[in-house]
């Protein structure tokens, strides 16, 4: 079945640093959403990306979803502490979610 | 605009026993899909509803899981006989469920589940 690979793992940055977690899948995908889940907390939707090289932009963050549609990215701009929690990409038919990236931010 | 509701939020049983968990959709959404979440680990698609037909349900270990929505409003997961394996954060989420639109997904806040 579809899956999709997450990375890093775990990622810990001093505040104000830059952040990036990446998403990619070994098939095309038809779309793809990104879920930001606080410690403790319920995934909560950032964005989902459809058009091939498409790039989003949430304030400090950037989304890039990739030319074949197999990839993407998370960007985060001078992280704060309000970053912190484990972010997840999810390919949409039978919404497989990655392993997710936590992001530790120290103060 | 109310959230998803799920009820209960904590729940603790013995292994083989069984459980049954609640969820209550944002009103309108056509789409209800109910997750798995292990520590550590992403949300793990069990079920998908749409309205009260099932979309897939693919990874539904079906020896011990089941779920419905009859009335294609709420829906029950139900696990019999619970194996300690179970033990996982139980995600309900709704969608609007329109073909060509977003489909942003709405969580609930969960249920924790421990199999002693």
């Known amino acids: 079945g579809q899956q999709v690979m997450q990375i890093p793992q775990y990622q810990h940055v001093q505040e104000g640093e830059d952040f990036t977690t990446y998403c990619n899948s070994s098939t095309t995908l038809s779309n793809i959403q990104w879920y930001k889940q606080r410690p403790g907390g319920h995934p909560v939707f950032l964005i989902q990306?459809?058009?091939?090289?498409e790039v989003k932009k949430q304030k400090r963050l950037t989304f890039q979803f990739g030319e074949a549609k197999k990839n993407s990215s998370l960007h985060i701009t001078a992280t704060q502490t309000t970053d912190v929690g484990t972010y997840f990409c999810?390919?949409?038919?039978?919404?497989?979610f990655g392993s997710g990236t936590k992001l530790n931010v120290k103060p | 605009e109310a959230g998803v509701a799920q009820s209960p939020r904590y729940k603790i049983i013995e292994k083989r026993q069984s459980v049954a968990f609640w969820c209550n959709p944002i009103?309108?959404?056509?789409?209800l899909y109910w997750y798995q979440q292990i520590l550590g680990q992403g949300p793990k698609l069990l079920i998908q509803f749409q309205n009260n037909g099932v979309v897939d349900d693919s990874q539904l270990p079906k020896d011990r899981f089941s779920a419905e929505r009859l009335k294609g409003v709420d829906s029950t997961l139900k696990i019999q006989p619970a194996k300690l394996e179970d033990s996982a954060v139980y995600l309900c989420?709704?969608?609007?469920?329109?073909?060509?639109?977003?489909?942003?997904?709405?969580f609930g806040p969960g249920t924790r589940l421990t199999v002693l």
């Open positions: 009103s309108g959404h056509a789409t």
């Open positions: 989420a709704s969608s609007l469920g329109l073909a060509g639109s977003y489909n942003e997904q709405f």
């Open positions: 990306l459809v058009k091939s090289g």
């Open positions: 999810a390919a949409e038919s039978r919404f497989y």
